[in-house]
Nanobody, 123 residues
Framework: QVQLVESGGGSVQVGGTLRLSCAAS????????MAWFRQAPGKDREGVAA????????YYADSVTGRFTISRHMANNTAYLQMDGLKPEDTAVYYC????????????????WGQGTQVTVSS
């Protein structure tokens, strides 16, 4: 059964740090990229960061560049999102995605999704 299981969300104050994890049980042939998206209330789901599971090449949204770091551990098929310098505008449900066909920033181009984990940043 294909699954993406996220963990690591929570509540922090401005400037705080969180690390999200996404454990994937996906056939490696289908897991070319992994990514993190987020969705705040009343807003569209937006791409935060993506990583090639083969090359390790990373991509970031402008809003998180320099603060967030995406990585992956190939042996256990897990992706991570290290979030530093958190701001109130980072508050959202964060979703893990895998299996990309096309532009990584479009959520419709991803095949597999996790259930989401809440991140709340308070001032």
């Amino acid at each position: 059964q294909v699954q993406l299981v996220e963990s690591g969300g929570g509540s922090v104050q401005v400037g705080g740090t969180l690390r999200l994890s996404c454990a994937a049980s996906i056939p490696s042939v289908r897991n070319n990229f992994m990514a993190w998206f987020r969705q705040a209330p009343g807003k569209d789901r937006e791409g935060v960061a993506a990583i090639s599971t083969v090359s390790g090449t990373t991509y970031y949204a402008d809003s998180v560049t320099g603060r967030f770091t995406i990585s992956r551990h190939m042996a256990n098929n897990t992706a991570y999102l290290q979030m530093d310098g958190l701001k109130p505008e980072d508050t959202a449900v964060y979703y893990c995605a895998a299996g990309l066909l096309g532009d990584w920033r479009r959520f419709s181009n991803w095949h597999y999704w996790g259930q989401g984990t809440q991140v709340t940043v308070s001032s």
